[in-house]
């Protein structure tokens, strides 16, 4: 591994100081669990990591009468556990508790799942699905970014060298509002979705008034199954409904074949898996 220099500032400004001065040269840690690995292997070769440990606001879960603000230091085992985000929003809860192990989990953070940005990062789609806006601090202030805009590639955000991500908005959830988050893996825990799917259903006068449906490792970024969405607005959220949008979604889906499984393996999977989440969204967004 390369040397580098270690800093741990106190607070945002100071860090964003620091982003500033270095250029594209520095990198954030939060948990490590992606970064650590990559300057391990080279992949990486910053001449400054900043250790976002010191600056407690960054790991902030709190319920606001609007939704929900999730500090960008959150770890995945804080989110899996906390009881406002399993009431109220229980596929990211869902999705916090597929992040590797018990002990990955307990270091890994939201804001890294998101900015590692790999295509097949678990909590990107229920955060898509919840409609979530990433909130940016950088030297001209702070931006709010929708969390479907957020990711511009494979391992690419928009993101600039001077910016970092502090915390996630959530909206409040509807009051017949319900969704889940499947993924498939080979193994049991300790791999990378092969398919991810999560959905979000909001249901009014015995219709769907809102579907959201989002989709990992189908694509070089996370994406919406639009066709999917429209197609169950505004219906009665019936078998055939839900099977209609499960076809409609892997349209969606641009799979590649790879070792993990086969570009059709992948389309067979985001219709089993959008099948699954939205019956399992509207028994919740009927209790």
């Avoid at 840690?29 to 990591?49: C, E, Y």
């Avoid at 916090?96 to 097949?120: E, F, K």
């Avoid at 950088?138 to 502090?166: C, K, N």
Wanted: with cysteine; net charge positive.
């Amino acid at each position: 591994m390369r040397r580098f220099e270690l800093a741990l500032p106190r607070n945002i400004p100071s860090c964003l100081k620091m982003l500033a001065e270095r250029g594209g040269d520095a990198k954030l840690v939060a948990g490590g669990t992606d970064l650590l690995p990559q300057l391990k292997n080279a992949l990486l070769r910053p001449s400054l990591v900043i250790d976002l440990s010191g600056i407690s606001e960054l790991r902030r879960i709190r319920a606001t009468r609007s939704g929900m603000r999730l500090g960008a230091a959150a770890t995945a085992r804080e989110i899996e556990l906390h009881a406002d985000v399993r009431a109220r929003y229980p596929a990211l809860a869902e999705s916090g508790a597929l992040v590797g192990s018990v002990q990955i989990r307990n270091l890994a953070t939201v804001g890294g799942n998101l900015c590692n940005a790999a295509p097949s990062a678990d909590m990107a789609p229920p955060l898509m699905a919840l409609e979530a806006e990433a909130v940016v601090a950088g030297p001209q202030g702070q931006r709010r970014v929708p969390i479907e805009s957020f990711f511009t590639g494979v391992r690419r955000t928009v993101l600039a060298h001077d910016e970092m991500l502090t915390e996630l908005v959530l909206p409040p959830r509807g009051v017949r509002s319900g969704g889940h988050y499947l993924r498939h893996t080979p193994r049991r825990e300790l791999d990378i979705a092969v398919v991810g799917v999560a959905s979000q259903l909001t249901l009014s006068d015995g219709v769907c008034a809102k579907a959201r449906i989002a989709l990992a490792a189908v694509a070089p970024t996370p994406v919406r199954a639009l066709e999917a969405e429209r197609a169950l607005e505004g219906q009665p959220i019936t078998p055939e409904a839900i099977e209609r949008a499960a076809e409609l979604a892997v349209g969606a889906a641009r799979p590649i074949s790879d070792q993990r499984g086969s570009a059709d393996f992948r389309r067979h999977l985001v219709r089993v898996l959008t099948r699954r989440t939205l019956g399992t969204a509207l028994a919740r967004a009927s209790h």
